[in-house]
């Protein structure tokens, strides 16, 4: 703990710190424009356009069609819209954005769960610290924390739910959760199985988490047959509800999580989007992770693993790892459902150390410069994603949605700001107010609307002569990195007036 922090009351320092941590969240939630990755946007804001009436079937990605995503996100999308906008149309990124501030309140009550548990197991103040520093900043955490997708959805509540299970006995040394007074309350048991469920709901991945507790329930918990009836009651309750969601969402009565499986695994769909050898994580993890930090993200739960074998978050993650190891399709994203044990486990590891060399060990020269590399670079990485957009392309459309109220004709090169993998942002336009013109300039219509814009991510961007740049991500203050060639492989977006010129003259 830094020096100046030691005479404080704790009280004082976790409120302070959480505090900060708001703040920053809410500034990363209203910079954190567009989404991580095309699953965060078009399973849920343009399922839930669709049901809204504002983005007609055609338009969604194709799994609509194979009824195979859960509907529980964008149910609760839609209920947020239609509660916001008193029934008339309602901004789509303040929509978005309040949903990024829920996601970081959720996230922010599950990071003081999460300290409120597992603190009595470090004996030492410092260490309760630092646990409640990398619980609110490790960057992964905030970077994921902000996020309205499922990854985060489905792994905050099922550590909620794995919080709020009395766990039935403590299984020794190899144990590193603190274990809750014993409750005689049936509803506990029952309310767990719910958020376990409703997790599911939210990515059904999670299943492999929820098996990996049921199974250290049985064999290491030794848990009362009543306990786990309530916990699977709990869970079907929720599995019901969820199929309730379906049928509003699809029209129909559907399996959706069995359409999931069949057309992903049993039909190979997945395998279509890339495939990746087993060993594909670690170096992933390494390089995206950033070094000197991705060295703990690695090496702090492989410990953790071997010497906490009989803690239930080694009996979750396990099963986790392996089956998407064993996946052909990988990303680190499917990982992130483990994000709340990472701190954990890093300091499972720190207390280790000071347990077996003092505080001596953490004070030598070369230890206190490591580490104050890594809250160096941690901070950055952190502030670098409270600033930064996820998907600038969505800037753009941000600026027509606001500037132009009425429609307008988009010229483009292919590619336009609306586009993404060949789906439609429809989301974020004006309801009929975009038309699109994407083919080779030479087919080029002639513009029929009162406004026609020109719209490409390009290094050197070459628009229709007589075109006036109206927008660009591009920073002015790197003008003078653009005039000295530094930037000349990088993409920006520019959008251009096409009110002096030709749609033909190209």
């Not at 239609?82 to 954005?97: A, H, M, N």
């Not at 970077?143 to 403590?170: H, I, K, M, Q, T």
């Amino acid at each position: 703990m830094p020096a100046y922090l030691c005479g404080q009351n704790p009280l004082v320092l976790e409120r302070k710190y959480f505090l900060i941590a708001a703040i920053l969240l809410v500034f990363a939630s209203w910079n954190s424009v567009g989404f991580h990755q095309g699953d965060e946007h078009f399973q849920i804001w343009e399922f839930a356009g669709y049901k809204l009436g504002l983005i007609p079937q055609e338009d969604l990605a194709w799994e609509f069609g194979e009824r195979m995503r859960p509907a529980a996100q964008p149910a609760l999308a839609y209920a947020g819209y239609r509660v916001l906008s008193l029934g008339k149309t309602i901004d789509p990124f303040l929509i978005t954005f309040l949903f990024r501030v829920l996601s970081s309140a959720f996230f922010l009550v599950v990071a003081w769960l999460l300290w409120q548990r597992f603190a009595p197991a470090f004996s030492a103040q410092k260490l309760k610290t630092w646990l409640l520093l990398i619980l609110l900043f490790h960057w992964c955490a905030l970077y994921s924390g902000v996020r309205f997708s499922s990854e985060n959805w489905s792994g905050l509540v099922l550590a909620v739910a794995f919080l709020w299970y009395p766990l039935p006995r403590d299984s020794g040394p190899q144990q590193f959760t603190p274990r809750q007074p014993p409750s005689g309350s049936w509803h506990r048991y029952l309310l767990a199985g719910f958020l376990f469920g409703l997790s599911f709901l939210f990515r059904y991945q999670v299943a492999l988490l929820v098996v990996g507790f049921g199974a250290w329930l049985l064999f290491i918990g030794r848990e009362k047959f009543l306990h786990l009836l309530l916990l699977i009651l709990g869970g079907c309750t929720a599995l019901g509800l969820g199929t309730v969601l379906d049928y509003w969402l699809y029209g129909e009565w559907v399996i959706a999580p069995w359409n999931y499986l069949a057309v992903n695994l049993l039909e190979g769909k997945a395998a279509t989007f890339g495939s990746e050898p087993w060993w594909y994580y670690f170096p992933a993890l390494l390089e995206k992770g950033v070094p000197p930090l991705s060295l703990l993200y690695v090496g702090a739960p492989l410990w953790f693993f071997y010497r906490y074998r009989k803690d239930p978050i080694t009996w979750m993650a396990i099963p986790f790892l392996l089956v998407h190891f064993y996946l052909s399709r990988k990303d680190v994203r499917f990982l992130y459902p483990l994000l709340p044990y990472l701190g954990i486990m890093i300091m499972a590891a720190a207390r280790a150390i000071y347990r077996a060399r003092g505080v001596a060990w953490f004070e030598q020269g070369w230890v206190r410069n490591g580490l104050k590399l890594m809250v160096v670079v941690n901070l950055g990485l952190v502030l670098f994603n409270a600033i930064r957009p996820n998907r600038s392309q969505v800037d753009v459309a941000s600026f027509v949605y606001h500037e132009f109220h009425q429609p307008v004709t988009l010229y483009a090169d292919g590619h336009h700001p609306f586009d993404y993998g060949g789906l439609n942002l429809g989301f974020y336009q004006r309801p009929g107010n975009i038309i699109v013109e994407g083919k080779d300039r030479s087919d080029w219509p002639e513009c029929q609307t009162s406004t026609c814009l020109y719209g490409i991510r390009s290094r050197a961007p070459q628009p229709p002569p007589g075109a006036e740049l109206i927008y660009t991500n591009r920073p002015a203050w790197l003008g003078f990195a653009v005039d000295r060639g530094w930037l000349d492989k990088v993409n920006f977006w520019y959008l251009y007036d096409l009110k002096e010129s030709s749609a033909r003259d190209n």
